[in-house]
Every structure is written in C-alpha cells, then in structure tokens.
C-alpha cells in the first residue's frame, strides 16, 4: 500500500540585515525537507523572488518530519542555518458510504 502524500507550504521569514560572517554576498537560501520516510527531498533554492517571497509547496508523508534551511553566500559557503520540525497528520480520507437500499417493480 502507497502512502498518500500531503501538500504543505514552506515559508521562511526573514530577520533584520546582519553582516555576512564570510565577507561575501548573500546568494539563495537552500531548503531540504525531510518527511516520516526519512528521504531527504532534493533541495530546493529560494532567492525572495517567489511568490510570496520565500515560499514554496511540496508534498510530505503524514507524519514527522524537519525542514531545515541554509542561507548561503554566493560562493556556496554557508551564513546560518534554521531547522524546524513539524507533524504532518494528513487529512482523512472520507467516503460517502451505502446507507440503503431500494427495490422496485418494473
């Protein structure tokens, strides 16, 4: 049995301008999500041209997972870096389900 996969949004915020720790300029910020499969997904590089700025939607396994972000200069070394863990429980599949019968002559 597959496992349904839920759509979430990602969105990162933004502190106040602080000095580059390396000198160089601030290039992207490098987000992995890495669900209940324990797969981390491949990368995924935000630059606040999205929008909205600094989003974007992917889809997880229900369960526990992390998301961590990398905000990096424009030589690829890293400035800081943030790591959020969240609960995917899904939404619950639902049916309408027979509730009757009718039998009629023809």
């Known amino acids: 049995m597959s496992t349904t996969l839920v759509q979430v949004t990602i969105a990162l915020t933004q502190g106040a301008p602080i000095t580059s720790p390396t000198g160089a300029a601030y290039a992207g910020t490098s987000v992995v999500v890495?669900?209940?499969?324990?797969v981390a997904q491949a990368p995924v590089v935000l630059t606040g041209k999205?929008?909205?700025p600094f989003t974007f939607q992917t889809s997880v396994a229900p369960g526990a997972g992390t998301v961590v972000a990398t905000d990096q200069d424009v030589n690829g070394a890293t400035l800081s870096s943030v790591s959020q863990s969240f609960t995917e429980a899904?939404?619950?599949v639902t049916f309408a389900p027979t509730s009757g019968i009718t039998v009629t002559p023809v």
């Not at 890495?34 to 324990?38: A, E, I, L, N, P």
């Open 34 to 38: 890495t669900d209940s499969t324990g």
């Open 50 to 52: 999205e929008t909205p």
């Open 90 to 92: 899904g939404t619950p």
